[in-house]
């Protein structure tokens, strides 16, 4: 695929290597210090971070202000953007913010819905849907142009990404669901965290089969486990993920205190597997809460160094 | 129809206290019919009142009258009288039957008694359901039927989310996850691949985001 934005990230894809990314999640507070500490520790062994937009919907640091951070690190940040906190005229400003920062990527989203944050009695936006703020995000690239018409002066130059999991139900509507992205102008995907490999390369064949992945980078999420007690959390309670049981059980088999090594080794082998299958053209590693794990995880799994671009 | 609840008796109490004659004024169409404001409810209701007061020691007349709807003036001027002869009226309409009846008393205080939910459906008895958001441009035709605006938490044009199972949704498990039954429905109408089509931003003009609406109908107007 031809690069059409300076997004780091995209000329790495483009280039045909496998691209890494991992993410932040700022802090419940104002000290900067919090996003610039996790950021140094990855930063050599990501080509972009994701800054989370009020995950979970608990209120944190604004995710745009967290990117200009990481920004003036110089580092290649991926603004998340979720639609359920701002309508169009708020995200459309926020997209030219974060353009007049030089940020080259954007993820967007629906976000979690609130009643599961800390503001449970506030309400919702949704004046978008993260769909249509896929396709605006390249309107506003591509045709220079607002929602409303008018002309940006200087429009924003970002590689426009979004979330696919196809593990949510139904499954029969998770393809047409991403080539309905894909036809809103996404260039690149955030996967789910795998855990069922054959149902996500199943997923991917059926993408492929309908030409899909001729015109969308997909990068694979992998989330290590940290204990025993994480893979079941993952597998009872939380919607959308799907752990088989024989990794719960592999944890749970392990003892206490290598239950953090098994974790990554497991990260590691499914790594390892994904980079066998067609259609997979890179990683994003989650590690919740766990950043410190992110430079190992890549460099046992063959993918350090990272390449450079021009 | 429009579904209501009638507030719990603490908050009646505390919002009529104030008052010494009492007017509980029902509405015999949409209210009657989820049992939040009809005449029967009216009689509970007052009696309940009474007893109450009496306990606390409190002198408060309480009359009772139930109209057929509260949101027309033909039906309203039919309890004016009544109205004037107590010093406020507890109104067991929806919002709009309470407003209706505010604006053509000055003097004389008209208090909700009923929390107005939403546009629904009565599914069984004692059983009503969200359909309708009233947003002025109804998309019906292209979702199989079933609303994502109200029906989804998320109002997604282009679902579902990430967040549904087994055809529930997450934030509430006794939910039936809209775009599930959009994409079941489409299914059995052979209509599936509409669901491939990109849905633009919804014009929200139409809807109260618009300010409040107004519907004139030249060809009525006498």
């Known amino acids: ?310 | 129809m429009i579904v209501g609840e009638q507030k719990p008796i603490a908050e009646i109490k505390a919002i009529v206290k104030p008052y010494k004659k009492l007017l509980i004024l029902g509405c015999g169409t949409c209210v009657k019919t989820c049992f939040a404001g009809g005449e029967d409810e009216v009689a509970v209701l007052a009696s309940a009142l009474r007893l109450s007061f009496k306990k606390d020691g409190k002198a408060i007349d309480i009359a009772e009258y139930t109209i057929e709807r509260q949101c027309e003036n033909e039906f309203i001027q039919e309890a004016a009288k009544v109205i004037a002869q107590n010093d406020s009226v507890l109104s067991l309409a929806c919002g709009a039957g309470v407003q209706a009846i505010a604006r053509r008393f000055a003097k004389i205080p008209v208090l909700p008694g009923v929390n107005t939910t939403f546009l629904g459906v009565l599914e069984r008895q004692g059983f009503f359901t969200e359909e309708c958001t009233g947003c002025g441009n109804c998309v019906l035709g292209i979702f199989g039927g079933i609303c994502p605006i109200t029906r989804c938490a998320k109002k997604l044009l282009n679902g579902p989310c990430g967040g549904s199972q087994k055809g529930y949704c997450e934030i509430k498990a006794e939910t039936e996850c809209a775009w599930h039954l959009i994409i079941d429905r489409s299914k059995s109408l052979g209509q599936l691949n509409n669901l491939t089509t990109y849905v633009p931003p919804k014009d929200w003009r139409s809807s109260n985001s618009g300010g409040p609406r107004r519907l004139v109908r030249e060809d009525h107007i006498i």
């Not at chain 1, 997209?95 to 920062?101: K, N, R, V």
């Not at chain 1, 969308?216 to 597998?235: C, D, E, H, N, Q």
């Not at chain 1, 974790?263 to 790594?271: K, L, M, R, T, V």
């Open chain 1, 1 to 310: 695929m031809k690069v059409k934005t300076p997004s780091k990230l995209e000329k790495i894809l483009a280039a045909g290597h496998y691209a890494v990314t991992s993410e932040v999640g700022p802090p419940r507070g104002s000290d900067p210090e919090n996003i610039t500490k996790k950021a140094e520790m990855i930063k050599d062994y990501v080509d972009a971070i994701n800054v989370t937009d009020n995950q979970t919907s608990v209120t944190r640091m604004c995710s745009l202000a967290a990117c200009i951070r990481l920004k003036l690190m110089g580092l290649e940040p991926v603004l998340q953007m979720v639609t359920r906190d701002r309508n169009r005229i708020a995200l459309q400003s926020d997209i030219l913010g974060a353009a007049s920062y030089d940020i080259h990527n954007i993820l967007c989203l629906s976000g979690d819905h609130q009643s599961f944050g800390d503001c449970a009695q506030g309400q919702n936006v949704h004046d978008l849907d993260s769909m249509q703020l896929i396709q605006t995000a390249r309107y506003m690239r591509d045709e220079g142009k607002f929602l409303g018409g008018g002309d940006i002066g200087r429009p924003p130059n970002m590689f426009v990404g979004a979330a696919a999991n196809p593990f949510a139900d139904p499954f029969e509507i998770r393809v047409p669901r991403l080539a309905k992205k894909v036809a809103a102008g996404v260039e690149f995907i955030q996967s789910q965290c795998i855990y069922n490999m054959e149902k996500f390369e199943l997923w991917l064949k059926m993408s492929g089969d309908r030409g899909l992945l001729d015109n969308v980078y997909i990068l694979a999420g992998v989330t290590p486990f940290k204990s025993a007690g994480m893979a079941r959390y993952m597998k009872n309670r939380v919607p959308g993920i799907e752990v088989p049981d024989e990794l719960v059980k592999r944890m749970a088999d392990t003892p206490k205190e290598k239950q953090p090594e098994e974790g990554i080794n497991i990260c590691i082998e499914q790594i390892e597997h994904l980079k066998g299958v067609e259609g997979v053209h890179g990683f994003h590693v989650m590690a919740i809460e766990w950043e410190e794990m992110v430079p190992e995880i890549v460099e046992r799994s063959g993918l350090y160094p990272r390449p450079t671009v021009e």
